[in-house]
């Protein structure tokens, strides 16, 4: 959730991004369709990338007005009925998957994803934000992290299903679509796909790899156990294999050609933050605390406090696992503590 540029990676200039409802195509006659999104993120990039038989889509936009609206305008630019063949969402995210059932519906298509991303999808659309019993229930409290009712809204699901058009007829997203190598990456999100063509050089990297904003990579209730950071920074190993000068696609700001300045700096900054958070708890420190020294959270909306509070524990649980900190005593009485 860090904003910054770095200079070191090289966004196109050329072409200038398209308007809502229009689209550029880039190379490969991959079709770049921007939509909008409602706050800070401002927009989501999707792309109408061409296949076997007609295009297969990679994302789909929030369900809003304004991107329904933008998918009306761009079916009357482009012959969606005949020549959509398919939807694929890299992740369950409601800008990713919002409006994948009101396009499967609309063309007849269904929508592929990896298992954990439909799994995932699926719970955030049936959790009950006022029922009891929920895989929330008691994460903060254990965690020593503080909610108020707007957070706790949303960490159960309570603004999902407002911008989510429902559940989409979702199919097994295979390890190959039309030529595209699909690999899958957590961290960021349950089974998040990448798409990978290696005559062309391309990467349609989702949320996993951004040229301006670093991923959001948090500690949630249904990973409580995992090692989200660990994911993450595994999965940008990987990614470091690409070649030199693949061209990335991102969800979120514009394509660019330099992967490996990217990894490094995201390298960089989770290390430095690391660091940071090993400074904060020479003394004992509970979460919230230290969120409270790595962010403004007086300064942040619901959403961000609750983006800040969960990428703080995740940084934590990632320096006890390392060894780097430990945990003492429980729910309110939490205190983390370098080693
Ligand atoms: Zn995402």
């Not at 020549?83 to 369950?92: A, D, F, R, W």
């Not at 006022?130 to 409290?141: K, T, V």
């Amino acid at each position: 959730m860090t904003q910054h540029t770095d200079p070191d990676v090289t966004e196109f200039r050329e072409p200038d991004p398209p308007d809502p409802g229009a689209f550029v195509e880039l190379q490969a006659g991959i079709l770049w369709i921007r939509l909008p999104i409602p706050g800070a993120l401002r927009h989501i990039n999707t792309w109408l990338v061409p296949g076997r038989r007609g295009w297969f889509l990679v994302d789909t936009g929030m369900r809003t007005d304004d991107v329904q609206a933008a998918w009306e305008a761009l079916d009357r630019r482009l012959p969606l009925a005949s020549g959509l063949e398919s939807i694929v969402v890299t992740h369950h995210h409601p800008d990713h998957y919002g409006m994948a059932r009101w396009l499967s519906e609309r063309y007849g298509v269904g929508t592929a994803m990896t298992e954990r991303a439909a799994a995932a999808a699926a719970a955030a659309l049936q959790e009950d934000p006022r029922g009891r019993g929920q895989p929330s229930d008691g994460f903060a409290e254990r965690l020593g992290i503080e909610l108020d009712d707007d957070m706790r809204s949303i960490l159960r699901g309570g603004i999902y299903r407002r911008i989510v058009s429902g559940q989409a007829p979702a199919l097994p997203l295979a390890d190959e679509v039309s030529g595209w190598t699909v690999t899958v990456h957590e961290g960021h999100a349950p089974g998040h796909a990448c798409l990978f063509n290696a005559e062309a050089r391309t990467l349609i990297s989702g949320d996993q790899l951004l040229p301006t904003i670093s991923s959001n990579v948090s500690l949630y209730p249904s990973n409580e156990h995992g090692d989200p950071l660990g994911d993450y920074l595994a999965s940008l190993e990987r990614l470091s294999a690409l070649h030199a000068g693949t061209t990335v696609l991102p969800a979120h700001g514009r394509p660019f050609r330099t992967p490996h300045a990217r990894i490094e700096a995201l390298r960089q900054e989770h290390a430095a933050r690391l660091e940071r958070i090993r400074e904060c708890c020479m003394e004992p420190r509970s979460t919230q605390q230290v969120a409270a020294m790595l962010f403004r959270l007086e300064r942040l909306d619901a959403l961000n406090r609750l983006l800040a509070v969960t990428e703080t524990l995740a940084h934590l649980r990632r320096l006890e696992l390392a060894g780097h900190a430990t945990r003492e005593g429980t729910a309110g009485t939490l205190r983390w503590r370098s080693n």
